[in-house]
Protein backbone atom coordinates (compact mmCIF):
# COMPACT_ATOMS: atom_id res chain seq x y z
CA UNK A 1 0.00 0.00 0.00
CA UNK A 2 1.51 3.42 -0.91
CA UNK A 3 2.11 5.89 1.78
CA UNK A 4 3.11 9.67 1.06
CA UNK A 5 4.84 11.67 3.63
CA UNK A 6 5.13 15.79 3.42
CA UNK A 7 8.10 17.33 5.26
CA UNK A 8 9.29 20.93 5.29
CA UNK A 9 9.08 24.27 7.45
CA UNK A 10 5.94 25.08 8.74
CA UNK A 11 6.50 29.05 8.57
CA UNK A 12 7.76 31.11 5.75
CA UNK A 13 8.75 34.76 5.60
CA UNK A 14 6.64 36.60 3.09
CA UNK A 15 9.00 37.56 -0.31
CA UNK A 16 11.12 34.20 0.69
CA UNK A 17 10.85 30.41 -0.89
CA UNK A 18 8.33 27.74 -0.06
CA UNK A 19 10.08 24.38 -0.10
CA UNK A 20 8.95 21.04 0.75
CA UNK A 21 9.38 17.23 0.03
CA UNK A 22 7.38 14.36 -0.40
CA UNK A 23 8.57 10.56 0.65
CA UNK A 24 6.61 7.71 -0.98
CA UNK A 25 7.25 4.29 0.03
CA UNK A 26 4.80 1.44 -0.83
CA UNK A 27 5.30 2.20 -4.65
CA UNK A 28 8.31 3.46 -6.83
CA UNK A 29 8.04 6.53 -8.13
CA UNK A 30 10.17 5.07 -11.01
CA UNK A 31 7.64 2.76 -12.42
CA UNK A 32 6.25 5.25 -14.74
CA UNK A 33 2.71 3.99 -13.58
CA UNK A 34 1.95 7.41 -11.83
CA UNK A 35 2.48 10.90 -12.11
CA UNK A 36 3.36 12.67 -8.27
CA UNK A 37 1.56 15.91 -7.15
CA UNK A 38 1.24 18.69 -5.01
CA UNK A 39 -2.33 20.15 -3.87
CA UNK A 40 -3.21 22.76 -1.57
CA UNK A 41 -6.15 24.25 0.09
CA UNK A 42 -6.27 27.53 2.15
CA UNK A 43 -7.77 27.71 5.94
CA UNK A 44 -11.36 26.93 5.36
CA UNK A 45 -11.26 26.73 1.50
CA UNK A 46 -11.30 23.76 -1.53
CA UNK A 47 -8.45 22.31 -3.41
CA UNK A 48 -5.97 23.81 -6.02
CA UNK A 49 -3.85 21.79 -8.40
CA UNK A 50 0.28 23.20 -8.01
CA UNK A 51 1.35 20.83 -10.10
CA UNK A 52 2.87 17.43 -10.85
CA UNK A 53 5.85 15.54 -12.15
CA UNK A 54 6.44 12.72 -13.74
CA UNK A 55 9.91 10.33 -13.36
CA UNK A 56 11.56 10.76 -15.96
CA UNK A 57 11.32 15.09 -14.79
CA UNK A 58 8.77 16.29 -16.43
CA UNK A 59 6.45 18.69 -15.00
CA UNK A 60 3.13 20.59 -15.62
CA UNK A 61 2.08 23.17 -13.12
CA UNK A 62 -1.21 25.11 -12.72
CA UNK A 63 -0.82 27.94 -14.72
CA UNK A 64 -1.87 30.32 -12.14
CA UNK A 65 1.07 29.27 -9.88
CA UNK A 66 3.59 28.70 -13.05
CA UNK A 67 6.32 31.40 -12.91
CA UNK A 68 7.06 30.86 -9.42
CA UNK A 69 6.69 26.91 -9.14
CA UNK A 70 9.53 24.38 -9.49
CA UNK A 71 9.34 20.50 -9.14
CA UNK A 72 12.00 18.03 -8.52
CA UNK A 73 11.70 14.24 -8.37
CA UNK A 74 15.12 12.34 -6.67
CA UNK A 75 14.39 8.81 -7.47
CA UNK A 76 17.07 7.17 -5.93
CA UNK A 77 15.99 8.22 -2.65
CA UNK A 78 11.88 8.03 -3.98
CA UNK A 79 11.05 11.14 -3.16
CA UNK A 80 10.00 14.77 -4.76
CA UNK A 81 9.99 17.97 -3.95
CA UNK A 82 8.25 21.61 -4.43
CA UNK A 83 9.65 24.82 -4.28
CA UNK A 84 7.73 28.17 -4.40
CA UNK A 85 8.98 31.21 -4.64
CA UNK A 86 8.19 34.81 -3.72
CA UNK A 87 5.47 34.12 -1.28
CA UNK A 88 2.67 36.02 0.21
CA UNK A 89 -0.12 34.95 2.99
CA UNK A 90 -2.19 34.11 0.05
CA UNK A 91 -0.13 30.84 0.12
CA UNK A 92 -0.76 30.17 3.47
CA UNK A 93 -2.36 26.67 3.11
CA UNK A 94 -2.36 22.58 3.80
CA UNK A 95 -0.16 21.61 0.93
CA UNK A 96 -0.65 17.48 0.19
CA UNK A 97 1.53 15.72 -1.64
CA UNK A 98 -0.77 12.98 -3.50
CA UNK A 99 0.08 9.97 -6.64
CA UNK A 100 -1.77 10.77 -10.08
CA UNK A 101 -3.24 8.56 -11.98
CA UNK A 102 -2.58 8.40 -15.61
CA UNK A 103 -3.21 7.08 -19.33
CA UNK A 104 -1.10 7.71 -21.54
CA UNK A 105 0.22 10.65 -20.01
CA UNK A 106 -2.94 12.08 -19.36
CA UNK A 107 -3.74 12.89 -15.84
CA UNK A 108 -6.73 11.47 -14.03
CA UNK A 109 -7.45 11.00 -10.33
CA UNK A 110 -5.77 11.51 -6.91
CA UNK A 111 -5.89 7.85 -5.83
CA UNK A 112 -3.44 8.29 -2.68
CA UNK A 113 -2.75 11.33 -0.69
CA UNK A 114 -0.25 12.21 2.19
CA UNK A 115 -2.07 13.45 5.22
CA UNK A 116 -0.69 16.94 4.38
CA UNK A 117 1.49 19.70 6.24
CA UNK A 118 0.31 23.47 7.09
CA UNK A 119 2.44 26.39 5.70
CA UNK A 120 2.16 29.81 7.33
CA UNK A 121 3.13 32.81 5.32
CA UNK A 122 4.12 35.10 7.92
CA UNK A 123 6.74 37.35 9.58
CA UNK B 1 -12.72 28.11 -19.43
CA UNK B 2 -14.65 25.35 -17.72
CA UNK B 3 -16.55 25.80 -14.46
CA UNK B 4 -17.33 23.31 -11.75
CA UNK B 5 -20.44 23.65 -9.59
CA UNK B 6 -21.66 21.74 -6.46
CA UNK B 7 -24.71 21.39 -4.81
CA UNK B 8 -25.87 21.49 -2.01
CA UNK B 9 -23.77 23.71 -0.57
CA UNK B 10 -24.15 22.20 2.47
CA UNK B 11 -26.29 19.39 3.41
CA UNK B 12 -28.02 18.51 6.92
CA UNK B 13 -28.41 14.55 7.14
CA UNK B 14 -29.37 12.26 10.09
CA UNK B 15 -27.40 9.00 10.29
CA UNK B 16 -29.39 6.03 8.63
CA UNK B 17 -30.91 8.31 5.85
CA UNK B 18 -29.81 8.67 1.98
CA UNK B 19 -27.63 11.50 0.88
CA UNK B 20 -27.52 12.95 -2.74
CA UNK B 21 -25.49 15.93 -3.90
CA UNK B 22 -24.57 16.96 -7.21
CA UNK B 23 -21.55 17.71 -9.16
CA UNK B 24 -21.81 20.09 -12.94
CA UNK B 25 -19.49 20.95 -15.42
CA UNK B 26 -20.11 23.99 -17.67
CA UNK B 27 -18.73 21.20 -20.40
CA UNK B 28 -18.72 17.93 -21.00
CA UNK B 29 -16.41 16.19 -19.19
CA UNK B 30 -17.51 12.51 -20.83
CA UNK B 31 -17.27 10.34 -17.60
CA UNK B 32 -13.99 11.53 -16.32
CA UNK B 33 -15.47 12.64 -12.70
CA UNK B 34 -14.52 11.65 -9.51
CA UNK B 35 -15.49 12.54 -5.93
CA UNK B 36 -13.37 12.61 -2.51
CA UNK B 37 -14.47 12.43 0.86
CA UNK B 38 -12.82 14.79 3.18
CA UNK B 39 -12.91 14.70 6.73
CA UNK B 40 -11.82 17.64 9.31
CA UNK B 41 -8.19 17.60 9.31
CA UNK B 42 -7.57 14.41 7.12
CA UNK B 43 -6.50 14.45 3.60
CA UNK B 44 -9.35 13.90 1.06
CA UNK B 45 -10.03 10.06 -0.03
CA UNK B 46 -10.69 9.02 -3.24
CA UNK B 47 -14.47 7.49 -3.39
CA UNK B 48 -15.33 7.67 -6.98
CA UNK B 49 -13.71 7.39 -10.09
CA UNK B 50 -14.86 7.32 -14.02
CA UNK B 51 -18.30 8.42 -12.39
CA UNK B 52 -19.26 5.73 -11.27
CA UNK B 53 -16.22 2.86 -10.20
CA UNK B 54 -15.89 2.62 -6.66
CA UNK B 55 -12.17 2.68 -5.47
CA UNK B 56 -10.84 0.15 -3.91
CA UNK B 57 -11.73 -0.33 0.07
CA UNK B 58 -15.15 1.97 -0.63
CA UNK B 59 -18.25 0.77 0.67
CA UNK B 60 -21.11 -0.30 -1.30
CA UNK B 61 -23.15 2.67 0.39
CA UNK B 62 -21.47 4.95 -1.78
CA UNK B 63 -22.77 4.81 -5.59
CA UNK B 64 -21.85 7.45 -8.31
CA UNK B 65 -23.97 8.79 -11.61
CA UNK B 66 -23.79 10.91 -14.40
CA UNK B 67 -21.68 11.96 -17.74
CA UNK B 68 -21.20 14.78 -19.64
CA UNK B 69 -22.25 17.81 -17.09
CA UNK B 70 -24.49 16.79 -14.42
CA UNK B 71 -23.06 13.59 -11.96
CA UNK B 72 -24.49 12.73 -8.48
CA UNK B 73 -22.72 11.02 -5.71
CA UNK B 74 -25.44 8.86 -3.45
CA UNK B 75 -24.70 7.77 -0.19
CA UNK B 76 -27.38 5.54 0.08
CA UNK B 77 -27.32 4.99 4.26
CA UNK B 78 -25.32 7.59 6.10
CA UNK B 79 -22.90 6.30 8.87
CA UNK B 80 -20.86 8.68 11.51
CA UNK B 81 -17.86 8.44 9.62
CA UNK B 82 -19.45 9.72 6.60
CA UNK B 83 -19.48 13.41 7.67
CA UNK B 84 -17.14 16.00 6.10
CA UNK B 85 -16.86 17.76 2.78
CA UNK B 86 -17.24 16.42 -0.47
CA UNK B 87 -15.44 17.33 -3.82
CA UNK B 88 -16.11 16.26 -7.55
CA UNK B 89 -12.61 16.66 -9.86
CA UNK B 90 -12.85 16.41 -13.51
CA UNK B 91 -9.96 15.40 -15.26
CA UNK B 92 -11.10 15.54 -19.14
CA UNK B 93 -9.73 19.25 -19.44
CA UNK B 94 -6.05 19.80 -17.59
CA UNK B 95 -4.90 21.97 -16.42
CA UNK B 96 -7.70 24.09 -16.19
CA UNK B 97 -9.50 23.94 -12.56
CA UNK B 98 -10.19 20.84 -11.80
CA UNK B 99 -11.61 20.75 -8.38
CA UNK B 100 -15.43 21.61 -7.62
CA UNK B 101 -16.04 23.88 -3.98
CA UNK B 102 -17.09 21.09 -2.09
CA UNK B 103 -20.59 19.76 -0.20
CA UNK B 104 -20.28 20.21 3.35
CA UNK B 105 -22.09 17.48 5.08
CA UNK B 106 -23.16 17.85 8.72
CA UNK B 107 -25.52 16.12 11.44
CA UNK B 108 -28.89 16.98 11.62
Redesign the interface.
Known sequence: QVQLQESGPGLVKPSQTLSLTCAVSGASINSGDYFWSWIRQPPGK????VGYIYYSGST????TLQSRVSMFVDTSKNQFSLTLTSVTAADTAVY?C?RL?QDFR???????????TQVTVSS | EIVITQSPATLSVSPGERATFSCRASQSVNK?L?W?HQKPG?????LI?DASIR?TGIPARFSGSGSGTEFTLTISSLQSEDFGVY?C?Q?NY??LD?????TKVDIK
Not at chain 1, 46 to 49: I, R
Not at chain 1, 60 to 63: G, L, T
Request: aromatic fraction near 34%; proline fraction near 12%.
Open positions: GLEWYYNPFASDPYYFDSWGQG | KAYQAPRLYAFQYWPIFGPG
